[in-house]
């Protein structure tokens, strides 16, 4: 996510290892294209939907940028381009894949934490757990969203940064702690808003109950 951390033959090679597992991830995963259109359509469903769909087209197209604008492994293609837009493309891209991998992980939070929970055989319903829990996400949101003003991650997403690798290296300690809490912010509120979801929705689907059981048996 930083040019200036890596330098551009592992900055290359890196994004075509990343865009293989994307592969690899996808297959592992193809049962749910194979289901796409089968079962009911409900709200969480398409909006994974679409989260899903955006990220295979962001991951595309920073791959077929990358390779556009490559130096070292693409370059005896000869195919580089010097148009600016491929490089803004190609970064706005990587940022919006950045965010769409976030809240895919969010979607998919609750199911990886049961799995963690029960592999560390953690009491989910103790109060010690709960509060550490809950503090730590408060925290990892805040800071996220601190973190993605002081990071410009708005203007890198609507493609006004170019050539953001070049300058004074920045602090890596500080580069990571801030992303990993962007990630972190977009995983739980993702995880938060979609609680939220099920709650509306299950209080709408008992309250819908007893009004039926009422007009069924009146008094």
Known sequence: MDYRFTGNAFHEIGGVVLFLLFIFHNVLNRRWYKVFFKGRQILSRVLMTLVNLLLVVTMVTVFVTGALISATVFAPLDIRSRSLFVHDLH??????????????????????????????????????????????????????????????????????????????????????????????????????????????????????????????NPK
Do not use: C
């Not at 976030?102 to 979607?107: D, E, K, P, S």
């Not at 493609?159 to 580069?175: A, C, D, H, I, K």
């Not at 962007?182 to 929705?201: A, D, E, N, Q």
């Open 91 to 216: 970064q706005g891209a990587a940022f919006a894949s950045f965010i769409l991998i976030a809240i895919h992980l969010g979607m998919h939070w609750k199911m990886l934490m049961a799995k963690l929970k029960n592999w560390l055989h953690i009491d989910a319903s103790s109060l010690g757990w709960v509060l550490m829990s809950r503090i730590i996400s408060i925290v990892v949101i805040i800071y996220g969203i601190y973190a993605s003003f002081t990071n410009d991650i708005g203007e890198k997403l609507l493609m006004q940064r170019v050539f953001m690798g070049w300058g004074e290296e920045p602090s890596l300690w500080r580069f990571l702690l801030d992303y990993f809490a962007i990630v972190g912010s977009y995983v739980g509120i993702t995880h938060f808003l979609l609680g939220l979801l099920r709650k509306v929705k299950n209080g709408n689907f008992t309250t819908q109950t007893m009004l039926h059981k009422k007009a069924a």
